[in-house]
């Protein structure tokens, strides 16, 4: 069951390979079910940072909800393979930590993390009222994340 909603979770086109670590997700999320909180902290939004990126958010906590499994099965067949999914999913602090390049997209009030780990990987953190949590997880390639840096750039100089 989907938390929250009463709805079951729907797995498309999920190949046999998968379904062992959908039933370990499974096993860890009702075991953390008992706790008080179902999400685990990967980063926080500092003064600095916010400073440093030109956003009007401060001290906010990244949370990394437990269901991210769920809400990146869409992007499952866009890495090379699972086990560089399962190893970005397991590295999601070291992303937002010591990222290679960070985008924050105001309309969307989303912060973009981009870094290689097995391959390039985007973290996109959403930002809410009094915390911020991650949301997707997808591969990109070099030559968009170079697009995206040099697009940043020519926006910085007409400010």
């Known amino acids: 069951?989907?938390?929250?909603?009463?709805?079951?979770?729907?797995?498309?086109?999920v190949k046999p390979i998968f379904l062992g670590w959908y039933r370990l997700y499974s096993f860890e999320r009702?075991?953390?079910?008992?706790k008080k909180d179902n999400e685990v902290?990967?980063?926080?939004?500092?003064?600095?940072?916010?400073k440093k990126y030109r956003i009007?958010?401060?001290?906010?906590?990244?949370?990394?909800?437990?269901?991210?499994?769920y809400h990146t099965?869409?992007?499952?067949?866009?890495?090379?393979?699972?086990?560089?999914?399962t190893n970005i999913l397991k590295?999601?602090?070291k992303v937002i930590n010591s990222p290679y390049f960070v985008y924050y997209d105001a309309i969307k009030n989303s912060i973009y993390f981009y870094k290689k780990m097995f391959q390039y990987v985007c973290v996109v953190v959403n930002i809410l009222d009094s915390y911020?949590?991650?949301?997707?997880?997808y591969p990109v390639s070099k030559k968009n994340i170079d697009k995206l840096i040099n697009y940043q750039n020519e926006k910085l100089i007409f400010l």
């Open 91 to 93: 590295n999601v602090p």
């Open 132 to 137: 911020a949590y991650v949301s997707t997880i």
């Open 73 to 85: 099965q869409k992007h499952l067949k866009e890495f090379r393979n699972i086990e560089n999914y």
């Open 56 to 69: 009007k958010y401060k001290d906010f906590k990244i949370i990394q909800p437990l269901d991210l499994v």
């Open 1 to 13: 069951m989907h938390v929250g909603t009463g709805r079951p979770i729907k797995l498309q086109n």
């Open 41 to 50: 902290i990967v980063g926080k939004i500092t003064k600095s940072f916010c």
């Open 30 to 34: 009702s075991v953390a079910m008992g």
